[in-house]
């Protein structure tokens, strides 16, 4: 055992404080592809939506349960942060049918395009009402992701992150 009294390097201080906090707080598993997706979506031609919230673990498409009994039934809920307004997602599922509600907060003149991310690629498009409401009465499983267009001449739509339906 080391003498308490003996002297300690800066880099064995160091050492000894990042392995503590890799013990008490390591970070999360897919962190560096979370910052790496994130410094992308910087070039990309769309600005990326922000989740902030969602209920039950199928909301994620890397939901483990999602994987494992794809043809869940129930209904889930996310919520996305824009510029200016929010976005609240709900998906009902029963079999192999699905529906999407939304709400876009406060309410404002939108194309939204619900785009199938599976080897069936599809995109159907609605807007968004006077109240804020739009939906997609039927919709495809899988891999999802939402566009929402207020100015057709812009060249940045707004995306959501995919999600499954």
Known sequence: MADPLDPISDDQILDAVAGLWEALDPPPDDLAEGVLARLDANDLDAE???LVEFDKELAGVRSTTMLRAPNEIGTWSLEYLGPGFRVQVRISRSQ???RLDGWVV????????LTSMGSKDSTTETQVGDSGRF??????????RLTFVSDPTSTRPLVTPPFWI
Do not use: S
């Not at 939906?135 to 999802?144: I, K």
């Open 106 to 113: 406060p309410a404002q003149p939108m194309t939204v395009y």
């Open 135 to 144: 939906e997609f009465p039927v919709t495809p499983t899988g891999a999802c």
């Open 96 to 98: 192999r049918e699905a």
């Open 48 to 50: 990326l939506l922000t």
